[in-house]
């Protein structure tokens, strides 16, 4: 089976989330299952775009209404991520230093959809599957099934997979033109809310959805920023699959990135040397337990309560716990992080920023890792963290419910119930107290190290999906 995913990120050629873990490791996953998986998604202008070699494979003009833009597609030469990587370089569009956050980022991604299937209007033979990866690429569904060009293409199966519903991509009507010629009776396949929205477009047109989580699946019946009747009327063809993690690249048995490798085995003196190496570069005591929250410093992740919750921990432990944060996003937030710094110094510090190094010592060398998200469509950051045995504290919502079990319910992790200042401060008062239960501790590390979270169970999952 020959499967094409349409993504905005892919890891590590360029990643904000979650997102670009899922499409850098899926597609390998399915590949080692016997099929032919490859990524196409924007060139944009960073290390990866400039360190390795491509062939152009296409090269043409994208037509956005009555602009034109020259646009070449190029394969990355050496298969270095373990599938074929395209990437649509479209001069004035694309090529930008980040992935997002552009006023004309509606303008970006069209054309770039509209691209890929001009380029796959004219291959010889067809792909078995389009799987389309969040509202960056939900207008596919749409257009393969209703534009007049791509007549040819509208008995492939269309995949979405829902990352993130809060986002949704909407735009004016005033647009519409942007898109190539269809009957305009068709229009109502594009319209949520008077305007055009590429994730409900893509959740009515795509013949199967997921999401990456069942419990997420069921959430957004409740919570989908609007979309939630329309998710609840195609709940029939949706199902959630829960994500997996690249065992190849988070495996803190060979990990380049720590101080010192481990296993389940090892892994009370191998944690003990990597805390102490982190410890050095921040200034904090390894003989205390460390804290730690790594991501974006958004509501959704619950960061708004960090320097609350962070305050009040700190102020009424009276320096016996030690607290770590690397994240970056809203300017307020970082800024009462990076304070925080001078009232605790000794036993809090924050990095702002994105650092893919430092986040593998952080998950080696932590003891807890905090995740008070109010959305948490599936969650990498716990897997990771069990994977390399630091203690997960989430609250029970989306994946992480999926994947974490309370030590009160026999389980490996803490949980609590809402995101609020009151209930992680309880959480991480739990977790003090199983910290200074030496032997408890080290069973549960042993035990979550080998727990599986590969990604070979989902990639068996979606292709099964995309066979129904």
């Not at 944009?44 to 597609?73: C, H, K, Q, T």
């Not at 229009?187 to 990456?212: D, F, Q, Y």
């Not at 599936?378 to 309370?406: E, F, H, K, S």
């Not at 959480?427 to 069973?443: H, V």
Request: proline share 4%; glycine share 8%.
């Amino acid at each position: 089976m020959e499967i094409i995913h349409l993504s905005a990120e892919c890891y590590p050629v360029a990643k904000v989330g979650g997102l670009g873990d899922v499409v850098g490791a899926l597609p390998k996953y399915q590949n080692k299952l016997g099929h032919f998986s490859k990524v196409v998604m924007p060139a944009y202008n960073n290390s990866f775009m400039r360190e390795n070699e491509f062939e152009v494979v296409y090269d043409a003009w994208v037509n956005l209404g009555r602009d034109g833009y020259p646009v070449r597609i190029l394969r990355e030469k050496t298969n270095k991520l373990g599938f074929d990587l395209y990437l649509v370089h479209i001069p004035g569009l694309t090529d930008r230093d980040k992935v997002y956050g552009y006023g004309d980022d509606t303008e970006r991604f069209i054309a770039y959809q509209i691209a890929v299937l001009d380029w796959i209007s004219q291959w010889e033979h067809r792909p078995d599957v389009i799987h389309c990866h969040d509202h960056h690429t939900g207008l596919v569904p749409f257009m393969t099934a209703n534009c007049e060009r791509y007549k040819s293409l509208n008995h492939i199966p269309t995949i979405l997979t829902i990352h993130n519903a809060q986002y949704q991509g909407q735009f004016g009507w005033d647009k519409l033109h942007y898109l190539p010629a269809f009957d305009l009776w068709k229009s109502g396949m594009l319209e949520w809310k008077n305007a055009i929205n590429p994730l409900a477009s893509a959740i009515k047109c795509a013949w199967r959805v997921t999401t990456v989580s069942p419990s997420y699946l069921d959430e957004l019946s409740q919570r989908a920023n609007g979309l939630e009747s329309l998710l609840s009327m195609e709940r029939g063809k949706s199902s959630g699959i829960l994500n997996g993690i690249d065992n190849e690249v988070w495996d803190p048995k060979k990990d380049p990135m720590l101080e010192k490798t481990y296993n389940f085995r090892t892994v009370d003196s191998g944690k003990k040397a990597n805390k102490a190496a982190l410890c050095a570069v921040f200034n904090l005591d390894p003989s205390k337990p460390l804290f730690t929250f790594i991501g974006r410093l958004v509501g959704e992740k619950g960061a708004d309560l960090l320097p609350d919750i962070f305050h009040n921990a700190l102020a009424h432990s009276r320096g016996n716990i030690n607290i770590l944060v690397l994240g970056s996003g809203d300017p307020v937030v970082e800024g009462k992080l990076s304070e925080l710094q001078h009232w605790f110094s000794g036993n809090y510090n924050a990095y702002i920023g994105y650092n893919e190094k430092l986040s593998h010592q952080i998950y080696a060398g932590a003891d807890f890792l905090l995740m008070p998200s109010r959305v948490e469509p599936c969650g990498l950051n716990q897997m990771y963290a069990l994977r390399y045995g630091t203690i997960p504290i989430v609250r029970r919502i989306g994946g992480l419910r999926d994947t974490v079990t309370d030590i009160g319910d026999g389980g490996f992790g803490i949980c609590h119930d809402q995101t609020s200042v009151w209930d992680v401060g309880q959480a991480m008062g739990r977790a003090y107290e199983l910290y200074k239960d030496k032997k408890r501790m080290k069973e549960i590390l042993k035990y979550t190290m080998q727990l599986d979270h590969s990604w070979d169970k989902a990639a068996q999952q979606y292709i099964d999906t995309y066979q129904m």
